[in-house]
């Protein structure tokens, strides 16, 4: 054998050494079963304050095993300078799928109604106010009903971590928390808001 052969030798176990570095580094494929672990209750909810209102949604998403999957949810805005106060509920049937950490969700009905409706604390039936009311509830309708995609970054018994891509292209996080119960537990009262 000569120099040139060790050196060969050499160089080819050094890039197969590297090689090796480098897969041992990649982070292994997605482990978690995702199909499995979604499955249940999960509670998520949003604050937002901005001049003149505050708006807070919150929601019980159910996943059933079946690919079924039912959101319960509640979206209040409080108008400030008009101490105005609206509260909708929206009942949103989906299907579901999974592939290695890739969640699908696909809407195919979706309800929304008044749950009620405050000016100075006080319940209102004042035509103009409850026609405001129904412009804010449908305005939180969901559009075209088309199938969004979540990549799930981890899931356990207690949390879904996850991003998706908004309707600006751009990437978000959300953080579900794992429940045991339905959305009337959350609902916020005439009152408390």
């Keep these: 054998m000569n ?15 590297l090689f090796l570095l480098a897969c041992l580094a990649m982070p292994p494929a997605f482990a978690q079963d995702v ?19 505050k708006f807070t949604l919150h929601s019980v998403q159910e996943y059933f095993p079946n690919g079924a999957m039912t ?3 509640q979206h209040i805005t409080k108008f400030i300078e008009r101490d105005l106060v609206i509260s909708c509920i929206k009942i949103k049937d989906y299907s579901w799928s999974a592939t290695g950490n ?19 604390g ?4 004042d035509a103009s106010t409850l026609d405001i009311a129904k412009r804010v509830c449908e305005a939180s309708k969901g559009g075209v009903l088309q199938t969004s995609e979540f990549k799930i970054k981890k899931i356990d018994a207690k949390e879904n ?33």
């Design 3 to 17: 120099f040139k052969n060790l050196k060969n030798i050499r160089n080819t176990l050094g890039a197969m050494s």
């Design 35 to 53: 199909s499995k672990q979604i499955v249940g209750r999960w509670y998520i909810r949003s604050d937002v304050q901005n001049e003149g209102y």
């Design 161 to 193: 971590i996850y991003s998706y891509i908004n309707d600006d292209g751009v990437e978000k996080f959300g953080t579900d928390l794992r429940t045991q119960y339905r959305m009337p537990k959350y609902l916020i009262k005439i009152g408390e808001y």
């Design 122 to 125: 006080q319940v209102t039936s």
């Design 71 to 73: 959101e319960n949810k």
């Design 102 to 120: 890739m969640l699908y969700q696909k809407p195919l009905s979706e309800n929304i109604s008044i749950d009620f409706v405050t000016q100075a």
